[in-house]
Nanobody
Framework: QVQLVESGGGLVQAGGSLRLSCAASGRSFSTYDMGWFRQAPGKGREFVAAITRSGGSTYATESVKGRFTISRDSAKNTVYLEMNSLKPEDTAVYYC????????????WGQGTQVTVSS
């Protein structure tokens, strides 16, 4: 099990940028694939981006490609989500999650951080 704590959310104008951080503690961070998800008011949780254990591969949902970048720093046990050219529709609570090796599901979740983009 790994404990996750997100930070970096806030209020930003459309077109602005934010960088979210997710600090991990517990079992070895390098054995987990990491993902970012978000949940907008009145909507279900959706996948945003993911990065493999090695950091060698990343994935992102179509709506954020070219604007959001996921990365990880194994020395700091932290995963980041760099968000640029933010839009009001990016407003949501953002969660990071961890998926253990050989697992198909994200079992460990942070508490979430609010991102609000004003028009």
């Amino acid at each position: 099990q790994v404990q996750l704590v997100e930070s970096g959310g806030g209020l930003v104008q459309a077109g602005g940028s934010l960088r979210l951080s997710c600090a991990a503690s517990g079992r070895s961070f390098s054995t987990y694939d990491m993902g970012w998800f978000r949940q907008a008011p009145g909507k279900g949780r959706e996948f945003v981006a993911a990065i493999t254990r090695s950091g060698g591969s990343t994935y992102a949902t179509e709506s954020v490609k070219g604007r959001f970048t996921i990365s990880r720093d194994s020395a700091k046990n932290t995963v980041y989500l760099e968000m640029n050219s933010l839009k009001p529709e990016d407003t949501a609570v953002y969660y990071c999650a961890a998926r253990a090796a050989f697992s198909t599901t994200y079992r460990d979740w942070g508490q979430g951080t609010q991102v609000t983009v004003s028009s």
